[in-house]
Nanobody
Framework: QVQLVESGGGSVQPGGSLRLSCEVS????????IGWFRQTPGKGREGVSC????????YYDDSVKGRFSASKDFGKKTVYLQMNDLKPEDTATYFC????????????????????WGQGTQVTVSS
């Protein structure tokens, strides 16, 4: 059974930082690209970042470039999203997702290729 479990969300002031975690079970990070997405009420999910399984290359949406950083810990089977200099517009529910079958991303991720999804974790940025 495949599971992706996010944690680390919370409430922070603008300029603050959070680190989201996504613990993966049932699949190998060696073979699945991992994407981070976010969603606000009334809107669809938007891609934040994606990390390829083969070379670890990562692509970010322009809105988070220079502030967010994705990483993987193969031993812990966990993927992280370090979020710095948070802004109110980053407020959303954040999801991690896994795409297999040799999928490779080359830019901001879109939902279609992703097979497995976590339940989401809420991030609120407010003064």
């Amino acid at each position: 059974q495949v599971q992706l479990v996010e944690s680390g969300g919370g409430s922070v002031q603008p300029g603050g930082s959070l680190r989201l975690s996504c613990e993966v079970s049932g699949i190998s990070l060696d073979y699945y690209a991992i994407g981070w997405f976010r969603q606000t009420p009334g809107k669809g999910r938007e891609g934040v970042s994606c990390t390829n399984s083969d070379d670890g290359s990562t692509y970010y949406d322009d809105s988070v470039k220079g502030r967010f950083s994705a990483s993987k810990d193969f031993g812990k089977k966990t993927v992280y999203l370090q979020m710095n200099d948070l802004k109110p517009e980053d407020t959303a529910t954040y999801f991690c997702a896994a795409a297999g079958s040799g999928y490779r991303c080359y830019g901001r991720p879109t939902e279609g290729p992703y097979d497995y999804w976590g339940q989401g974790t809420q991030v609120t940025v407010s003064s």
